[in-house]
């Protein structure tokens, strides 16, 4: 049977276009000669990445973010294995409250993380800074770790400890040699994720950012001046980086699914 | 199998973060909403007051009823394009099938920020589209409405959450057996037909879970509204962060915020409800 061209063809190239249309809009007005953008876009020019190379507090920013995001793989990582696991095999009073909690800031708007951390930091009297952002970072997103972490340990076989125990090894040992390497792709999938959401995340870090900006905050004070090209720069920068990124996570995906 | 000892360390760790930084802030925030403000200080006197202005003065309420709205519309534009794609990108791509996938993905990817942002750059009154328009002729002025309006907000909000919509579909029509579709253009039922009566009913848990990531994450945000929302397009979310910042009334804000926390709990735990019903009826 030939396939035919129908209304679910007709509909499908209508919402990519319309995913599409303004990460387009992003690349060419990057690279547009004027610094209003109007249509058609006026000659081509490589202004704006040349600003934007030169442009300290920006890439400082980007500097923080970075930092930002690794502490909060780290944090994110160094609860949510164990959680997961503890969800997975441990038998403790409020365990459904804890998995419900646990699980909340994957869906709860980032504003209300932001702002009951921001009240407890307050009336603890801590100094927002990047710690605090990172600390908001990580904590909400042990939920991805959890969720990551715990699809991959529904399709562990606990035959395996079983057997390391049976030939005498000890739980620690069997911890380390068998139930972790098995969990290795799910922990960097998550890892991946987490480094990127972190690197996006603007509603938690609105609220806990002290004197030094983050990546998404830097752009977020110069879009409320007003529209410059430079962000266009290095947002299609930030598209080329996700692009690769997302590459290597789907690769890393497909292997895991292979095996 | 699992030594006393081994269940008390992977659980005791986490379980004392939690306990520290979601719990304890949920229930600081708790706390401040029965507090009140005199001359700029925060004075720990009990009070019911913010939560009586909440209901009392109707700027609250009205922003609130705006932000369900733009929040609906969001969802049911999303589904409309989200769904449908799934069906799409799941059963009729063939080998194109994975590319697709990858291809919905991606933009889930790229900076929520810069999303917006470039939303702005086409609506704008020097933007992209209307320069277009008036470049072909169709407008003389540029037309204002395009941003700065709950118009803008939703447009953008739907570009965002429309992957949040499809990914969840898509897995639930994965899992339906080929067969069964099958079994319907067998007896039959025309494409639209199998859609209706077999795909769609088989996959709403997964509909269900995307719709309502798309209306709580568009009801909370505060982004979007503040970069092109104009006065018009104000949310619920916006009159917390300026409560929590200019205004200084950090008790009504946390009075807001606990309500769309609870909000957002009891519709999670309605949907979840909803959802596994579907899945154990679908089972039987």
């Not at chain 1, 930091?121 to 710690?131: M, R």
């Not at chain 2, 099938?97 to 993905?105: C, E």
């Not at chain 2, 889930?108 to 209307?130: H, M």
């Amino acid at each position: 049977m030939r396939p035919r061209v129908t209304w679910v063809h007709a509909h499908a190239a209508l919402v990519f276009a319309f995913l599409y249309l303004p990460i387009l809009v992003l690349i060419v007005y990057s690279f547009n000669g004027e610094s209003v953008a109007g249509f058609p876009p006026h000659g081509w020019t490589l202004r704006w990445y040349n600003e934007l190379f030169a442009d300290d507090p920006l890439w400082s920013s980007v500097g923080n973010s970075l930092l930002v995001a690794a502490f909060a793989v780290a944090l994110a990582l160094l609860f949510g294995i164990p959680a997961a696991l503890a969800l997975d095999r441990a038998d403790f009073p409020g365990k459904q409250v804890f998995r419900r909690l646990v699980l909340l800031p994957l869906i709860l708007p980032g504003i209300i993380t932001g702002l009951s951390l921001l009240t407890l930091f307050a009336s603890a009297g801590a100094q927002l800074s990047l710690l605090t952002v990172a600390i908001g970072h990580g904590t909400a997103l042990i939920s991805v770790a959890v969720a990551e972490v715990s699809a991959g340990l529904q399709k562990f076989d606990r035959a395996l400890e079983e057997a390391s125990r049976d030939l005498g090894a000890s739980e620690w040992y069997t911890f380390r040699r068998v139930t972790l390497p098995s969990l290795k792709l799910p922990i960097i999938a998550a890892a991946l994720l987490i480094f990127t959401l972190s690197l996006d995340e603007i509603a938690v870090s609105f609220f806990l950012v002290g004197r030094e900006n983050t990546l998404p905050l830097e752009i977020w004070s110069r879009l409320r001046r007003g529209i410059t090209p430079e962000i266009n720069a290095v947002s299609t920068l930030i598209f080329a980086f996700s692009v690769v990124t997302i590459v290597v996570w789907f690769k890393l995906r497909g292997s895991a699914t292979d095996a | 199998m699992y030594s006393r000892s081994y269940q008390r360390l992977v659980s005791i760790p986490p379980l004392l973060w939690v306990t520290a930084f979601l719990l304890l802030p949920y229930a600081s925030l708790f706390l401040i909403s029965f507090w009140q403000v005199h001359s700029q200080q925060i004075v720990h006197q009990w009070t019911l007051h913010n939560y009586g202005q909440l209901v009392g003065n109707p700027v609250y309420l009205e922003v609130l009823g705006r932000s369900a709205r733009i929040a609906a519309s969001v969802t049911i534009l999303a589904l409309l394009l989200g769904v449908p794609l799934a069906y799409f990108v799941s059963m009729r791509a063939g080998r194109f099938k994975n590319l697709l996938y990858q291809l919905v993905i991606i933009p889930l990817w790229v900076s929520y920020l810069v999303r917006a942002y470039a939303w702005k750059t086409i609506l704008g009154g020097n933007g992209v589209l209307n320069t277009l328009l008036i470049h072909v002729g169709i407008l003389h002025q540029p037309a204002a409405f395009l941003l700065y309006s709950p118009f803008a907000v939703i447009l953008t909000l739907t570009h965002i959450y429309t992957p949040f919509v499809f990914l969840p579909a898509y897995a639930s029509m994965a899992h339906i057996p080929k067969a069964l579709i099958e079994a319907s253009g067998d007896l039959g039922a025309s494409p639209f037909r199998s859609f209706w009566k077999v795909i769609f009913p088989l996959s709403l848990p997964g509909i269900i879970a995307g719709a309502t990531f798309a209306f709580v994450l568009s009801l909370g945000d505060f982004i979007a509204p503040l970069l092109i929302g104009g006065p018009n397009g104000i949310m619920i979310s916006n009159i917390v962060v300026s409560l929590f910042g200019a205004a200084y009334d950090w008790p009504l804000g946390s009075a807001i915020s606990l309500c769309i926390l609870i909000l957002v709990v009891v519709l999670i735990s309605t949907t979840e409800s909803v959802e596994r019903r579907l899945r154990l009826g679908g089972a039987r």
